[in-house]
Nanobody
Framework: QVQLVESGGGLVQAGGSLRLSCAASGTTFAINAIAWYRQAPGKQRELVAAISSGGSTYYADSLKGRFTISRENVKNTVYLQMNSLKPEDTAVYYC??????????????????WGQGTQVTVSS
């Protein structure tokens, strides 16, 4: 079983930056990657970025260049550095434990594979 705890959200002005953290604990045999998703009010949850245990990364095309995902294995923590934030980046950001292979991320299914979320609000 894996536990995920997000932190680092908050209120920031447009053009600003935030760094989100996802601390992972526990183990699950099939898990080899962590991803960040976001969900804005009235919209579906969407994949933002993912990183494998080996350091391979995936980004949503619309976010490349502004967001960077990284991991610190010693701390079992995955980060999402968000720069040049826009009001449309406002959402609840969640981390998910899943699988990454052949260039694609496959989300872990079920509440056990999701964190509780952290709110990011970007003001104009």
């Amino acid at each position: 079983q894996v536990q995920l705890v997000e932190s680092g959200g908050g209120l920031v002005q447009a053009g600003g930056s935030l760094r989100l953290s996802c601390a992972a604990s526990g183990t699950t045999f099939a898990i080899n990657a962590i991803a960040w998703y976001r969900q804005a009010p009235g919209k579906q949850r969407e994949l933002v970025a993912a990183i494998s245990s080996g350091g391979s990364t995936y980004y949503a095309d619309s976010l490349k260049g502004r967001f960077t995902i990284s991991r610190e294995n010693v701390k079992n923590t995955v980060y999402l550095q968000m720069n040049s934030l826009k009001p449309e980046d406002t959402a609840v950001y969640y981390c998910n434990a899943g699988q990454y292979y052949s260039g694609s991320y496959y989300a872990g299914v079920g509440d056990d594979y999701w964190g509780q979320g952290t709110q990011v609000t970007v003001s104009s």
